[in-house]
C-alpha cells in the first residue's frame, strides 16, 4: 500500500502541475498581440472575415470555455486542428518521433559520459584530469544549450566545415544523414553531461565515506570491485534522480536546438504555432512534450525506489 502511495501521490501532483502549465499556455498565447485569424487571413482581411474566421475558429469564446473544450477533446485523445486547419494529431504523430530520436541518443550519450567521467573522477580525484573535469564540468553546466549550439556551430561548421549547421531531411521525414544528428546530439547533451558528471561523482564520494566501503578497501579488493559491488548500487538511486532531472531538461532544450539547426521536430512546430498565435496547437506541443517527461520521471521514481530497497 506504501508502494503505491509513492508512485500515485507523485503521479497525481504532476498530472495538476501539467493541467495548470496548459491552462497558462493559454492565457499566454492569448496575450500575444495578433490573432490567429489574422495570421490566416493576413493583414489585409476585412472586419468580416476577421469575425467569421474568429468564429469558425472558436475564437469568439471566453478563454476558460475554449480551454475547457479544448481539454475534454485530448482526454478522449483529439488534440483538435490547427488555425489552418490540418490536424493536430496527425501533424504531432509526424513530427514527435524525429523529437524522440533527438533526446534519446542525447540521454543515452548523457548516461554513458556522465557515469564513465563520474566514476573515473571518483576514484582519481588527483590525477590530472580530475583537475581538468573540475572546471569543465562547471562550464557546461554554465552554458545554455542554445549558446552551445551556437558555438558548434562556429566550430565544426563555418570554421572547419566538418559537419553540417542545417538538417536536411530525406523522404522519411528524418535526417538525411547520420552526421546532421552529431551537433543537435552535443548541444544537447553537453550541458547535462557536465551536471551529472559532478553528481555521480559527489553521489559516489557520500558512499566512499561508508563503513562497507572502507572495509572492501582494507580487505584489499580490486578498485572496480569496489566500485560496482559496493559503491554505484549504493550511489543509484541519487544518480538515477540526476538523469530524472535531465530527460526534461533534454526534451525541453531539444525545442530550442531543432530551431537552431532547422531540424525537422516538434520545435519547428512550436515556433510556427507561436508565429500564428495557434494557441490549440501549442498548448498539444506541450502537452505531449510533458506526457512524455512525466512518463519517463515515472519509470524512473520506479528504478530509484527498487534502487533504495536493493541497496537496503
Known amino acids: 500500500m506504501s508502494a503505491v502511495r509513492a508512485f500515485a501521490l507523485p503521479a497525481l ?41 474568429e468564429h469558425e475558429l472558436g475564437l469568439d469564446r471566453a478563454l476558460p470555455v475554449q480551454f475547457w473544450h479544448w481539454i475534454t477533446g485530448v482526454l478522449t485523445g483529439d488534440f ?25 541518443i542525447a540521454l543515452l550519450l548523457t548516461v554513458v559520459c556522465s557515469l564513465a567521467l563520474g566514476c573515473w573522477w571518483a576514484m582519481r580525484p588527483k590525477a590530472f584530469g580530475s583537475r581538468i573535469l573540475q572546471p569543465t564540468t562547471t562550464i ?18 563555418l570554421a572547419t566545415g566538418w559537419l553540417p549547421a542545417v538538417t536536411i531531411t530525406d523522404r522519411s521525414g528524418f535526417p538525411a544523414g547520420p552526421e546532421m544528428l552529431v551537433l543537435p546530439v552535443l548541444a544537447l547533451a553537453i ?44 550511489a543509484a538511486p541519487t544518480i538515477v534522480a540526476g538523469y530524472a532531472t535531465s530527460v526534461g531538461m533534454l526534451f525541453g532544450g531539444a525545442l530550442v536546438v531543432e530551431t537552431l539547426f532547422n531540424y525537422p521536430g516538434v520545435g519547428a512546430v512550436l ?36 534502487s533504495t530497497r536493493g541497496a537496503r
Open 13 to 53: 501532483r504532476r498530472v495538476v502541475l501539467l493541467v495548470t502549465l496548459l491552462a497558462i499556455v493559454f492565457v499566454a498565447v492569448d496575450l500575444l498581440p495578433g490573432s490567429a485569424a489574422r495570421s490566416v487571413l493576413g493583414r489585409e482581411a476585412g472586419a468580416a472575415e476577421l469575425a467569421a474566421k
Open 80 to 104: 483538435g486542428r490547427t488555425a489552418r486547419g490540418n490536424s493536430i494529431g496527425d501533424m504531432l504523430a509526424d513530427k514527435f518521433p524525429q523529437t524522440l530520436l533527438l533526446g534519446g
Open 140 to 157: 557546461a553546466v554554465a552554458v545554455p544549450e542554445f549558446v552551445c549550439g551556437t558555438l558548434l556551430i562556429l566550430v565544426f561548421s
Open 191 to 234: 550541458p547535462q553531461i557536465g551536471w551529472n558528471t559532478r553528481v555521480v561523482r559527489s553521489a559516489l564520494l557520500d558512499v566512499a565515506a561508508a563503513p562497507h566501503v572502507e572495509s572492501a578497501v582494507l580487505d584489499g579488493l580490486p578498485r572496480h570491485t569496489i566500485l560496482l559491488r559496493h559503491m554505484l548500487p549504493f
Open 271 to 306: 515556433a510556427g504555432s507561436v508565429a500564428d498565435r495557434d494557441t490549440a496547437t501549442v498548448a498539444a506541443v506541450v502537452a505531449l512534450t510533458a506526457i512524455v517527461i512525466m512518463v519517463l520521471l515515472a519509470c524512473a521514481d520506479f528504478v530509484r525506489t527498487w
